[in-house]
């Protein structure tokens, strides 16, 4: 792991703890001044998804750079070699957009990339949004138009969230239950 790379676990712990830090100020503070509960839980909802992004980012600084050498032997046997530089990644979880480097792998007489080595450590989905965040996009969009479900996540997860990905994702996951269901075994007749 790099200097850069502890340096930015570092402040994702200070920034967990200020975080809980200000939470039990600000419950105090709340009693003292006499603050509405509204005011409060309101508050508290923001710092704890401040709390959430951050533990995720200290998660993601945690992998390094998914640099497992010049080459790896692929289950086949085949050898896949590292690409020349780290490339930019994204995850999009319920606490917002994490960004992040990584090197890739794979076969020099093809541009796919077979091996993402942080991908598969920490079994990110294709869709570039987390499990977690795909199924609430689920419970949001099964019983309102894909604006207002955009609409109501930015007000809960804040930040923006496109109708376009929303469409996609909710695409995505249906086919995952076609193939589900299709697989299912024919009960027993009558």
């Not at 050498?69 to 692929?74: D, I, L, N, S």
């Not at 930019?88 to 993402?116: D, M, W």
Request: net charge negative; proline share 4%.
């Amino acid at each position: 792991m790099s200097l850069n790379e502890l340096n930015a676990a570092d402040k994702a712990v200070s920034e967990i703890l200020s975080c809980a830090q200000q939470l039990v100020e600000g419950a105090k503070r709340a009693a003292q001044e006499g603050d509405s509960f509204d005011s409060l839980e309101r508050d508290i909802w923001s710092k704890v998804r401040q709390i959430g992004f951050a533990a995720m980012e200290l998660l993601i600084r945690l992998q390094g750079q998914g640099d497992l050498g010049p080459t790896v032997q692929a289950a086949e046997g085949y050898a896949l070699h590292r690409s020349a530089d780290p490339v930019t990644c994204t995850i999009r979880s319920i606490f917002g957009r994490h960004t992040f480097q990584q090197y890739t792998y794979n076969r020099p007489a093809k541009k796919a990339v077979e091996l993402r080595p942080i991908n598969a450590r920490m079994s990110l989905p294709s869709a570039g949004w987390s499990y977690l965040l795909q199924e609430f996009s689920q419970l949001f969009c099964v019983d309102q138009a894909f604006g207002l479900a955009a609409q109501n996540m930015a007000t809960v997860f804040g930040g923006k969230f496109s109708v376009d990905t929303l469409e996609s994702v909710n695409a995505q996951m249906g086919q995952d239950a076609e193939r589900f269901l299709s697989d299912l075994p024919t009960p027993p007749g009558k």
